[in-house]
């Protein structure tokens, strides 16, 4: 981010555990905001969470399976959404609030320490921002953003979160599979020898198609009820289901490369899913990395397509390669070199098992309550994810612009653009 970019350095110094007061009485200890990091092992955080759907309802389940968080407070854009959510997680009547601006109750409520953002990702940089300035720890899914304009806000907030020893976890959990971490050591020690090129691709058929009830757009009062219960396929909200879902596969490869991407090119098209909203069914990019690095990338959303989530990044001494499993489980491996004579590729690296299940989003959940209460150990001890979870969310939008484009876009370019995607008012 020319100018603008912020170091890890920068998000992650100064951050000595803060010695926060015990709060006797109730079974849910009560931990401000500004003073939760550090508290002892048996404090409990209190979550306000925004955005009540089905992604958001699994990352509010494994908070609270922590046996460290509590979902205390609401806010959707519909009725129907926090009914579901107050039934199933037992919130007061109270503190369940319904509307566009129903995250500033949230925000203003000094009770709660973090919130869990999970809407459709065209409301994240508000809600960020507003998290921030109002001193709550941050666990946002991705990605944090749709537009140039909306990244630059979360990664101005991420600073301030920074400065305030603020806990920022991006649901890009990866990052927190133990497989994972073990490929990005051994890759940073060298063990793929000079990397010359990557990919990367979340490739499966269409999606939502019970959910997006073809014919029902009359029952829905307004034009913006329609798109917000049908987020997915408008631009302004979900930013392309190349930023919406590929983001976790583009991520991975600037994760193991230690760099964004410098520059993209790419393709595609809306072909086969045409009847709903303004989104694109395929993408093919093609990303340069420092020192000549090339990383292809595809997203395809057409039924029919084969399916293939995975990265891979082949270099002279080893490849580096992943698959999709399900519930997150860690696939990550680095493939060595066949010689003469062997009958198989040998491993340099396969997660055995040994310490347990390899679980992202468990892992993920896990990590952000520990970080929050300050009993956390290593590089979880305090986590910032801005920094990368930007980066990430920006080259996406760069890659689906190259395309929407149909030119080569720069870094510098995609991170200064004003191109700012909003809600067109009634069709």
Same mark, same amino acid.
């Given at each position: 981010?020319?100018?603008?970019?912020?170091?890890?350095?920068?998000?992650?110094?100064?951050?000595?555990?803060?010695?926060?007061?015990?709060?006797?009485?109730?079974?849910?200890?009560?931990?401000?905001?500004?003073?939760?990091?550090?508290?002892?092992?048996?404090?409990?955080?209190?979550?306000?969470?925004?955005?009540?759907?089905?992604?958001?309802? *699994?990352?509010?389940?494994? #908070?609270?399976?922590? &046996?460290?968080?509590? @979902? =205390?407070? %609401? $806010?959707?854009?519909?009725?129907?959404?926090?009914?579901?959510?107050?039934?199933?997680?037992?919130?007061?009547?109270?503190?369940?609030?319904?509307?566009?601006?129903?995250?500033?109750?949230?925000?203003?409520?000094?009770?709660?320490?973090?919130?869990?953002?999970?809407?459709?990702?065209?409301?994240?940089?508000?809600?960020?921002?507003?998290?921030?300035?109002?001193?709550?720890?941050?666990?946002?899914?991705?990605?944090?953003?749709?537009?140039?304009?909306?990244?630059?806000?979360?990664?101005?907030?991420?600073?301030?979160?920074?400065?305030?020893?603020?806990?920022?976890?991006?649901?890009?959990?990866?990052?927190?599979?133990?497989?994972? *971490?073990?490929?990005?050591? #051994?890759?940073?020690? &060298?063990?793929?020898? @000079? =990397?010359? %090129? $990557?990919?990367?691709?979340?490739?499966?058929?269409?999606?939502?198609?019970?959910?997006?009830?073809?014919?029902?757009?009359?029952?829905?009062?307004?034009?913006?009820?329609?798109?917000?219960?049908?987020?997915?396929?408008?631009?302004?909200?979900?930013?392309?289901?190349?930023?919406?879902?590929?983001?976790?596969?583009?991520?991975?490869?600037?994760?193991?490369?230690?760099?964004?991407?410098?520059?993209?090119?790419?393709?595609?098209?809306?072909?086969?899913?045409?009847?709903?909203?303004?989104?694109?069914?395929?993408?093919?990019?093609?990303?340069?990395?420092?020192?000549?690095?090339?990383?292809?990338?595809?997203?395809?959303?057409?039924?029919?397509?084969?399916?293939?989530?995975?990265?891979?990044?082949?270099?002279?001494?080893?490849?580096?390669?992943?698959?999709?499993?399900?519930?997150?489980?860690?696939?990550?491996?680095?493939?060595?070199?066949?010689?003469?004579?062997?009958?198989?590729?040998?491993?340099?690296?396969?997660?055995?098992?040994?310490?347990?299940?390899?679980?992202?989003?468990?892992?993920?959940?896990?990590?952000?309550?520990?970080?929050?209460?300050?009993?956390?150990?290593?590089?979880?001890?305090?986590?910032?994810?801005?920094?990368?979870?930007?980066?990430?969310?920006?080259?996406?939008?760069?890659?689906?612009?190259?395309?929407?484009?149909?030119?080569?876009?720069?870094?510098?370019?995609?991170?200064?653009?004003?191109?700012?995607?909003?809600?067109?008012?009634?069709?």
């Amino acid at each position: 981010m020319k100018n603008q970019d912020v170091s890890r350095r920068d998000f992650v110094k100064n951050t000595a555990a803060v010695t926060a007061a015990t709060i006797a009485g109730s079974t849910f200890t009560i931990v401000k905001a500004e003073s939760v990091r550090g508290t002892k092992a048996n404090s409990t955080v209190q979550i306000g969470w925004v955005g009540n759907g089905g992604q958001g309802t *699994r990352d509010a389940e494994l #908070l609270e399976q922590t &046996g460290k968080a509590k @979902i =205390v407070a %609401l $806010a959707d854009y519909f009725q129907y959404r926090v009914d579901k959510a107050k039934e199933k997680f037992k919130v007061d009547d109270k503190k369940s609030y319904r509307g566009i601006d129903a995250y500033k109750a949230i925000m203003s409520d000094s009770s709660i320490d973090a919130v869990l953002l999970t809407t459709p990702p065209g409301f994240r940089p508000d809600h960020f921002r507003s998290a921030i300035a109002a001193k709550k720890h941050v666990f946002a899914e991705k990605p944090l953003a749709v537009d140039a304009p909306g990244c630059r806000m979360v990664a101005e907030a991420g600073e301030k979160a920074a400065a305030q020893k603020l806990s920022v976890v991006v649901g890009l959990q990866r990052h927190y599979s133990k497989a994972y *971490r073990a490929c990005k050591k #051994l890759i940073d020690e &060298g063990a793929l020898g @000079i =990397v010359g %090129l $990557a990919h990367s691709a979340w490739d499966q058929g269409d999606l939502w198609q019970n959910r997006r009830a073809k014919y029902d757009k009359a029952k829905w009062p307004t034009q913006m009820d329609w798109e917000v219960e049908h987020w997915y396929y408008f631009k302004w909200l979900s930013g392309d289901h190349i930023v919406e879902q590929n983001i976790h596969n583009i991520d991975v490869i600037s994760w193991m490369m230690n760099s964004h991407p410098l520059k993209a090119a790419g393709f595609g098209a809306r072909t086969a899913r045409t009847e709903i909203g303004d989104i694109w069914d395929h993408f093919a990019i093609t990303y340069e990395y420092p020192k000549g690095v090339v990383s292809s990338n595809t997203c395809i959303q057409i039924d029919g397509t084969m399916g293939d989530v995975s990265e891979t990044i082949r270099g002279s001494k080893g490849t580096f390669t992943t698959s999709n499993a399900k519930g997150g489980a860690g696939t990550a491996s680095i493939l060595g070199k066949r010689e003469r004579g062997m009958t198989e590729t040998p491993y340099i690296y396969k997660y055995d098992g040994a310490q347990g299940r390899d679980l992202h989003y468990d892992q993920e959940a896990a990590t952000f309550v520990a970080s929050v209460l300050g009993t956390g150990e290593g590089e979880d001890k305090y986590r910032n994810d801005t920094k990368y979870g930007v980066e990430s969310t920006l080259s996406a939008i760069m890659g689906r612009d190259a395309a929407y484009k149909g030119r080569v876009i720069t870094w510098d370019e995609a991170w200064n653009s004003k191109e700012k995607l909003a809600f067109k008012g009634a069709a």
